[in-house]
């Protein structure tokens, strides 16, 4: 019985843990871009998923639906979901030093983590979640 204990235990800490990924969070690595290239939001997801990655996942999508559809519409935000984990996405995943669930906003060589506050909202409170990566994409497309 103990071993189970023990067993479980081992598995959660572990999920815990691959979901977190980079988790040091830094807002925000400054330069300015000129050139109308659109806001990418990244999601990076391990292969192995916790209810809140999932949805992170979720609510960033639905942010596009609703907080962000004309601004998608326009070409001036794009999403990318990608897996950490698949060997494909190892270059990008470096490139952004993630290897965990991670959510970036990068234009240019300008990028914003928000990692930390999709891990504090997104199940808690939805609409905040939305309400913030809105309002971080819309002050990037500004400028």
Not at 83 to 91: L, P, S, Y
């Amino acid at each position: 019985m103990k071993a189970l204990k023990y067993f479980l235990l081992a598995v959660a800490s572990f999920t815990i843990a691959s979901c977190m990924g980079n988790s040091g969070e830094k807002n925000t690595i400054a330069s300015t871009d000129g050139s109308g290239n659109p806001v990418t939001v990244y999601y990076f997801h391990g292969e192995h998923r916790c209810p809140t990655c999932i949805t992170i996942e979720n609510e960033t999508k639905a942010t596009f639906e609703i907080n962000l559809k004309k601004e998608s519409e326009e070409g001036k935000v794009e999403l990318q979901v990608i897996n950490a984990d698949e060997g494909r996405n190892k270059q990008i995943c470096e490139k952004y030093g993630v290897y965990g669930s991670s959510l970036l906003l990068v234009k240019g060589d300008k990028v914003i983590n928000l990692t930390n506050m999709a891990f504090g909202t997104a199940r808690r409170n939805p609409d905040k979640f939305r309400e913030e990566l809105s309002n971080e994409v819309k002050k990037l497309i500004k400028g």
